[in-house]
């Protein structure tokens, strides 16, 4: 029997489409699955008439992958991953390689890679996966780190099942380490910025200037028309708007319970940032509104308790439609300048080495973040590999300047409704923090050497020089 090219181990949706995508490369696979019978079932439907080849051990697995071994390994994130790696390592020789293809912790993947890479000759790959079971099929935008060597053997694979744009497949080596599973994480923190910005636009266009469903869809059509909003996430969102429940007859996303779950990588960004004291607050507002959002029993019941203003706009809604379209823009520039800068920070913090405009590039097909606009990104910072904020890239700093006043207004006006924006109001926050060559937090590191000690420095001495007062003696 010939020997098979790729294995997949873990036959979810994710497993199954990434393992067919090879295979309609022309690469002939082995699959696994812990459970048989999720095995038989896959073989006697989707694998019908393609080049996969069922194990139904991991020892017979094994044996059937030509050398160097290449395994996708598609389980849940956390022990199991574990729990693969240790089975398959006493089965596996020198230079054979693993790659996890899940939504593994940066960290963790760390400590795999530093464990394989000490104590066996196995090569390890964490790769991030972005495109949801659509794009896993036909082609996914992928960020794999770590082993250079066991990367350099995947790439003709990987260059081959990943997304095609004009500048080449939506794939890259990303770096050492937990390089390429820190990246996804970004991006998925990325993500949850773009979905709640997009969702409060929707909330001011619907609740503020009493837009119907059809006129939201042709609204959100119209501005994926646009060089600034073209992307993936406002493509479909105009989708949903127009999508009728068979059951009912009305449209089904005011059908649709308003609590948002999430997995735990956007949280995942928030600690990171924190931990690397890099500012990204519209990420945190975006995973903070998911929290309250599952808070849905008490809102019922402080809706009745605590009246907001319930006003409507009075003026021309077509004409502020504009508006809330460049308060999007605006916000969603912000919220990848924070994306970029933490990527930058943590690649200088663990020495990762990471390639902005690759990260941005591998960005502009297949993933869920896909946009028009990253094109600008890569450029900015090809252009200028020392730029410290995508803010200060030319382009991006006029079309900021030229739509700061909308901006400015679409957020009174929900505040004057009573509209949350938490998203939007974060990153104006985050534009007039960076552009203010003053903030009041002189006064806060005053009441920190008042009550703690903890000293200061002088705008009239030099940098580096500490201070402290005895505040009650001068008192």
Known sequence: MTKRTFGVIGLAVMGENLALNVESRGFPIAVYNRTASKTKEFMETRAVGKDVKAAYS???????????????????????????????????????????GGNSLYEDTERRTRDLESTTKLGFVGMGVSGGEEGALHGPSLMPGGTEFAYRELEPILTKIAAQVDDGPCVTYVGPGGAGHYVKMVHNGIEYGDMQLIAEAYDVLKNGLGLSNQQLQETFTEWNRTDELNSYLIEITADIFKYVDPETGHHLVDLILDSAGQKGTGRWTVLSSLELGVSIPTIYAAVN????????????????ELPGPGETYPGDAA?????????????????????????????????????????????????????????KIRKAFAENPGLPNL???????????????????????????GIPVPAFSSSLDYFDSYRRANLPQNLTQAQRDYFGAHTYER????????FHTEWMAES
């Open 58 to 100: 991991l020892e017979e697995f094994v044996q059937i992958l030509e050398r160097p071994r290449k395994i996708l390994v598609m389980v849940k994130a956390g022990p199991p991953v574990d729990a693969v790696i240790e089975q398959l390592k006493p089965l596996l020789e020198e230079g054979d390689m693993i790659i996890d």
């Open 289 to 304: 509104a998911r929290v309250m959002s599952a808070y849905k029993d008490e809102r019922v019941a402080a809706a009745k």
């Open 319 to 375: 004409l502020f439609v504009n508006k809330v379209r460049d308060a999007l823009y605006c916000s969603k520039m912000c919220s990848y300048a924070q994306g970029m800068a933490l990527i930058a920070k943590a690649s200088q913090e663990f020495n990762y080495n990471i390639s902005l405009p690759e990260s941005a590039r591998i960005w502009k097909g297949g993933c869920i973040i896909r946009a028009g606009f990253l094109d």
């Open 391 to 417: 803010l200060l890239a030319p382009e991006f700093k006029q079309s900021i300047l030229d739509r700061q006043e909308a901006w400015r207004e679409v957020l009174v006006l929900a505040n004057k409704l």
């Open 459 to 466: 705008t009239d001495k030099p940098r580096g020089e500490f």
